[in-house]
């Protein structure tokens, strides 16, 4: 990688700095992030801690008793001329079944009136797209998924709900995802996956992982209930 990808590097507290390596939302610039996690993960410097990938940044924590923050800067810039974009795992597909509107996703209504269209327009753009998991954040193996065509993108909730249900799918702005565990949300809710994305006690504890391609599948509410289809397709 070209150490000029790397835009700038900011100190963060005084255990952590933020490598930023562009300022919007785009799969080659994710995918630089993520190489660059993994470079730093494989060479493992003594004193480096948690490395925490986003859309176009990354937060590289440290022991300032072990490292301090020049010896740390010097590491990531080193790390970004060792490493390629091409050395990230080979992407997934993933295909996950949903079941669309009604109880299971009460603003379908709201997204379809706001972008004109109707609901069934709205399963169709939404489950006829491929998404990228762009990083997984905010809860226990909750990705980020993008793009979503702009023909639905919609506002997120003035007020959040106080309880989203594990497995919720939802559209904020620009943004679709899956809520892995019962949490309070703002995402516009749009259907319900039988699929558990977090499981803490599987190795690893999350189903997606960063680059994987993912495709909503359509289900019946008795597909749901009767959890038939209650698992990610990798094909």
């Given at each position: ?24 939302i785009e799969p080659a610039i994710n995918r630089q992030v993520h190489a660059l996690a993994l470079a730093l993960e494989r060479r493992a410097m003594p004193g480096l801690g948690e490395i925490v990938p986003s859309y176009c940044s990354l937060l590289v924590h440290y022991d300032p008793l072990a490292r ?168």
């Open positions: 990688m070209d150490p000029s990808v790397i835009r700038r590097i900011l100190a963060a507290g005084d255990s952590a700095l933020l490598v930023e390596l562009g300022d919007r301090d923050y020049a010896e740390v800067e010097a590491f990531v810039s080193e790390a970004a001329c060792r490493c390629e974009a091409a050395d990230t795992p080979a992407p997934r597909e993933a295909e996950i079944p949903t079941v669309y509107g009604g109880t299971y996703g009460p603003d379908i209504a709201f997204v379809a009136a706001h972008n004109g269209l109707s609901v069934d327009d709205v399963i169709e753009c939404h489950s006829g797209t491929t998404y990228t998991v762009y990083m997984l954040g905010f809860a226990p193996g909750f990705a980020y998924l993008g793009a979503l065509p702009e023909t639905l993108v919609t506002p997120r909730l003035s007020t959040p709900r106080q309880v989203v249900p594990a497995g919720s799918v939802g559209i904020a702005g620009a943004q679709t995802g899956v809520y892995p565990i019962e949490t309070p949300g703002g995402w516009r809710l749009i259907g319900r996956t039988p699929v558990t994305l977090f499981d803490p006690m599987t190795d690893p504890p999350t189903r997606l992982r960063p680059g994987d391609q993912v495709q909503f599948v359509p289900i019946s509410p008795g597909g749901f209930e009767s959890r038939e289809t209650a698992r990610v397709c990798f094909k």
